[in-house]
């Protein structure tokens, strides 16, 4: 028997970057834990990263290449997506192709399929779903400090007095980061604001929360610019010594933002709060602005990212500890990209399409004479030139553009008529559909390479597993299919090692300073360096400067060496509610789930807290449609119609909605938020405005509920609505449906799935109107139940769930209660899972908080919830004050 062995690795879901420790014992089981020794989270995980062990199942992997749905051997389908990029470059040319690439590729990935296509097919026509995530904080900071900089890093939350978050909920989509920020304010007091239309639970544990109208963040920061101004708190000497444009940018934001009223108004703030924030900021030195996709995703993102980072120059609060602009990216690798060049504006290394010296350069580093020589495609316009026929193949790695794409209906349509789709994946998606060549690719615990996170920290991922079936590394494929088209001398790498060191030549190459982005250090690593490589920041050049946080000496990499003021003003949005559309919806993240779910949709305790596709509402826009917590609704924009149940939550401001992003084809019949965004696109980063597009919202009528808990992994059809959530041992299936009670009846029937040696019960009420059943195995144990009737009348899951997990032979008490399904035993329903650790749901913890639980540290020692990752303490807390509330009432 093998020893057990423990080996570092990197989480793969956010831009945290937290460092895992994957263990494998003995006997082959596996398991993770925060890595003590990383600086990112020195050991702590938030509730994803805590769940990883989960992931690792063969269940639902892609094993072998696929060719028009039928099983292929590698060659004959790497020789096929050669022939076919090849063929199209000779009829129509290079731009004619074009890679669709993702954030989750580790950068040596990254790095070949951007030499194979900028530099030897010779078309910028690579992007990456990366642009949906921080491309305006790239353009932002090229704009202003002449590259794709983030000055600071995380100990700067730990240091700042105060951190402004901006379109950031921090607590859900960073947590670990958070947690550090939370801890170090229990410390020194640090003030948070929080800036979100939405009372997000990250706003829930701020000292200021201003509840923005949507897209107004530049009117707030010309205002706070124009107040720094006004009071006589700018850095007259940081302004005159280090940056360009100030007088401008002043005379705009001043124009823009004239009073402290009329930015209140403008946002739809208090002018109080407004104010108070004003305040805050200019008197505190320390203060550090993070923002994520609330500022990104939007029309004018790149607007927005300057007018924060003016305010920051403004002040000179940029490369001292505590303080800085700091875009907080989503995805674990989106830094990696941005590095290689993975954005189609950008050629490698972070020189762009500007002039020929620079695209000489590359071109000579990389012995390619038919380098492309201009920017390619960006995401939406590279899916419009599918639809239209431009792009003849089209090759997607590791992402789902049908779900995840705004106008995500058009997008498929472009996937449906392509003449040629190659998907490279781990699972099948709602994309993989349109593969005409599948191709398996490795998982996190199988891949090889490193990551870069959020404060340009590079961490080793480390393979643990092998990888099953005849899935490859993204890296080899690549390779292989250039190999196959010519280009074997310029592809022929061993190992990830030998592309990292090439990545990191590059970066040096003819680079005396001027370019930030330096490797050159790491530009000879051995082996044995690379693969015992411990987390290290970028810059790393060979001339031995090791710098983290950047800026400090008021040097920019400008021509002139100086920042650049970007004058910008509040622009409208393109789209404006109206009376077809009376309400804004803005799409995000949950706390315990990953972009389109492929991984962590599959673990029960991550799908606890959320188990539905749900819309929320503001209590009287949901009174107005007639909507309860619960009901079905039909949610349309210009783009496309979903449907979704409804939260009502006092957290959403009125007029406003909130749907979360992950929802796709596998896991719903029609909940996609990708299908409602609109594909308005930034003029500086062509980043989409996935955070803003008028909705109308009404009442589904419908006329049946039903719930399915089994042991089978289906896809329903022919349903209005389902959706499905991982359970122990099985699914649970929510069925929903416009019919008549019979009619949905025999609908749902049809899922039933009774083996012949399985024991079947069944009852229909008298009048037709409530339908139960429950198959029982030959062991005694329940193996399936469908019950259907009046929504009202379904009970709560909790015991039927409970009976799949076991497994165990029934008692004669619970085959007699099966059909109810409710315990012959009475338990109270723990309700929704607030802490997925522990499974702690809602009942449970207001029943704690009712009898006299007051704090988190009272809730934590009686239930345990809260004491594990820690992701939702911020809900608890939020339980705790409405009690408080309650009582003072
Ligand atoms: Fe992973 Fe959570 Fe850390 Fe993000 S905060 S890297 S999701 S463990």
Same mark, same amino acid.
């Given at each position: ?34 890595? !003590? ?164 639970? *990250? ?83 320390? *203060?550090? *602005? ?108 590791? #992402? ?139 810059? $790393? ?17 400008? !021509? ?26 803005? #799409? ?44 079905? $609704? ?150 399936? $139940? ?104």
């Amino acid at each position: 028997m093998e020893e057990a062995r423990e080996v570092r690795t990197t989480c793969p879901y956010c831009g945290v970057g937290c460092g895992v420790l994957a263990k494998i014992a003995a006997d082959g089981t596996t398991s993770v834990r925060g890595d !003590p020794g990383h600086p990112a989270n020195f050991g702590k995980l938030c509730s994803k990263g805590t769940a990883l062990g989960e992931t690792l199942g063969p269940e639902g992997r892609l094993l072998e290449p696929e060719i028009g749905g039928r099983q292929a051997g590698w060659d004959e389908a790497l020789d096929l997506v050669a022939e076919k990029f090849s063929r199209a470059i000779a009829k129509h040319g290079p731009d004619s192709v074009a890679f669709y690439v993702s954030g989750q590729l580790l950068t040596e990935d990254y790095y070949v399929a951007n030499k194979l296509m900028k530099g030897f097919i010779g078309s910028a026509n690579i992007d990456t779903n990366s642009r949906l995530c921080m491309a305006s904080s790239v353009a932002g900071h090229r704009r202003a400090f002449g590259e794709d900089i983030v000055p600071g890093v995380y100990e700067d939350f730990e240091c700042a007095d105060l951190i402004v978050l901006t379109g950031s909920n921090t607590a859900w989509c960073h947590p670990v980061l958070y947690r550090r920020m939370l801890a170090a304010r229990g410390e020194r007091g640090t003030k948070i604001v929080v800036i979100d239309p939405r009372r997000t639970a *990250t706003a829930d544990a701020c000292d200021l929360h201003l509840a923005l109208d949507p897209g107004t963040d530049v009117l707030l920061f010309n205002g706070l610019l124009a107040h720094l101004v006004q009071s006589g708190k700018i850095d007259s000497d940081f302004i005159r010594d280090h940056t360009s444009g100030f007088d401008a940018t002043a005379a705009l934001a001043c124009a823009d933002a004239p009073s402290i009223a009329r930015v209140a108004k403008g946002c739809g703030l208090a002018a109080a709060d407004v104010q108070a924030f004003y305040d805050l900021f200019a008197e505190t030195d320390r *203060t550090l *602005t993070a923002y994520s996709q609330g500022v990104n995703q939007s029309a004018h993102g790149t607007d927005k990212v300057n007018a924060i980072i003016n305010c920051h120059l403004a002040t000179g609060r940029i490369g001292r500890p505590g303080t800085g602009p700091f875009s907080v990216t989503g995805q674990p690798n989106a830094m990696g990209g941005r590095e290689v060049g993975g954005l189609a504006n950008q050629l490698a290394a972070h020189m762009d399409f500007a002039d020929e010296a620079t695209i000489d350069r590359v071109s000579r580093f990389w012995k390619a004479a038919d380098i492309a020589r201009r920017g390619g495609l960006k995401a939406v316009d590279m899916f419009q030139a599918v639809a239209d026929g431009r792009i003849k193949a089209l090759w997607v790695m590791g #992402t789902n553009p049908a779900v995840s794409m705004p106008d995500a209906s058009r997008v498929r349509a472009a996937l449906a008529k392509c003449d040629f789709v190659v998907v490279s994946d781990v699972t099948r998606t709602d994309t993989t559909r349109y593969a005409d060549v599948l191709l398996p690719a490795a998982a996190w615990s199988e891949k090889d390479g490193t990551v870069t996170n959020s404060e340009r920290r590079i961490s080793r991922q480390r393979p643990f597993l092998p990888a099953p079936g005849e899935a490859r590394a993204d890296w080899r494929i690549v390779c292989d299919v250039a190999a196959r088209m010519g280009f074997g001398d310029a592809f022929a790498y061993q190992a990830p090692a030998e592309i990292f060191r090439e990545h990191a030549a590059l970066s040096a190459f003819e680079n005396s300073g001027e370019r930030l982005f330096d490797l050159g250090g790491m530009a000879n690593l051995s082996d044995e360096a690379y693969s015992a490589f411990a987390p290290r920041h970028w810059p $790393a050049s060979e001339r031995g400067e090791r710098q983290t946080r950047l800026f400090g000496d008021g040097r920019f990499p400008t !021509p002139d060496r100086r920042a650049r003021f970007v004058p910008v003003r509040q622009e409208a949005t393109a789209f404006t509610v109206d009376a077809d559309n009376p309400l804004a919806l803005n #799409t995000g993240r949950l706390r315990d789930q990953w972009h389109t779910m492929t991984r962590t949709g599959n673990v029960p305790r991550l799908m606890a807290n959320a188990p539905e596709p749900a819309v929320d509402l503001h209590p009287a826009d949901a009174a107005a449609r007639h909507l309860k917590d619960g009901d079905l $609704a039909h949610l349309s924009t210009r783009f496309g119609f979903v449907r979704a149940k409804v939260r009502v939550s006092e957290a959403q401001r009125r007029g406003q909605a909130f749907m979360p992003m992950h929802w796709s084809g596998q896991f719903a019949a029609r909940a996609a938020a990708g299908l409602l965004s609109s594909p308005i696109t930034d003029p500086h980063s062509g980043q989409p405005e996935l955070k803003h597009v008028p909705v109308r919202i009404v009442r589904e009528n419908t006329g049946w509920a039903g719930v399915l808990i089994t042991r089978r992994d289906l896809r329903p059809t022919g349903f209005v609505h389902w959706s499905r959530h991982a359970v122990e041992g099985g699914w649970v299936y929510e069925l929903t449906g416009t019919e008549p009670p019979d009619q949905g009846i025999l609908l749902a029937r049809k899922l039933l799935g009774v083996r012949q040696q399985d024991q079947f019960l069944e009852y229909t009420d008298r009048r037709g109107l409530a339908y139960r059943a429950a198959s029982i195995d030959d062991g005694g144990a329940m193996a399936e $139940a469908l019950l259907v009737g009046a929504p009202e009348q379904l009970p709560a899951r909790d015991w039927l769930v409970s009976l799949l997990a076991t497994r165990q032979p029934l008692s004669t008490a619970d085959r007699h209660a099966l059909l109810s399904g409710r315990s012959p035993v009475p338990t109270p329903a723990i309700g929704r899972v607030v802490c997925a650790c522990f499974h702690v749901g809602i009942n449970q913890l207001a029943s704690a908080v009712a009898s006299g639980c007051d704090s988190l540290e009272a809730i934590g020692a009686t239930l345990r919830a809260g004491t594990n990752c820690g992701s939702c303490r911020s809900e608890i807390r939020a339980i705790i004050d409405a009690r408080h509330v309650q009582a003072a009432e």
